[in-house]
């Protein structure tokens, strides 16, 4: 996690195709069967035996979990967005298996970016996240859209 104090970015302070990458994240057995042993409990991700008799081979993290890392790493990012609310994701795609000793780094851009129609207080900010492995290998993609707070209230 970052130190010092959050950066805060308004809705004017974000430009479109910007970019972001996040520090990186190390994925440990521990936490793969820790996370789906509560909220995905297949044996791919829970169970190291049979997960050798998988197309994977091995243990690999839940789609959900990768989803939570993303979610973790964005929130980290410095500067940081004036969030006043998630409105969505789409396209979430899980391209490749991430397992225990994979090093993940989240990269966002900017889309999309729009003011918002029914609140003038806000503008609404559209960012593609790539979650990639040690190898550069795409493991996650999504976009997410966020209700992002006016520095100057209209």
Known sequence: MHDGPIY??????????????????FLNEKEIIDFATVWDPQQLHIDKESAKNTKFGSLVASGIHLVAIGQKLANEMRPRPAWIAGLGWEKVQFLAP???????????????????????????????????????????TYEGTALIERRHKL
């Open 98 to 140: 991430a397992r225990s000793g994979d090093v993940l780094v989240l990269e966002n851009e900017v889309i999309m970016k729009r003011e918002s129609e029914s609140d003038r207080s806000a503008g609404i900010v559209c960012y593609a996240a790539r979650l990639l492995n040690q190898h550069n290998k795409l493991v996650l």
């Open 8 to 25: 805060t970015e308004y809705f004017e302070d974000i430009k479109l195709h910007q970019q972001y990458r996040s520090r990186e994240y």
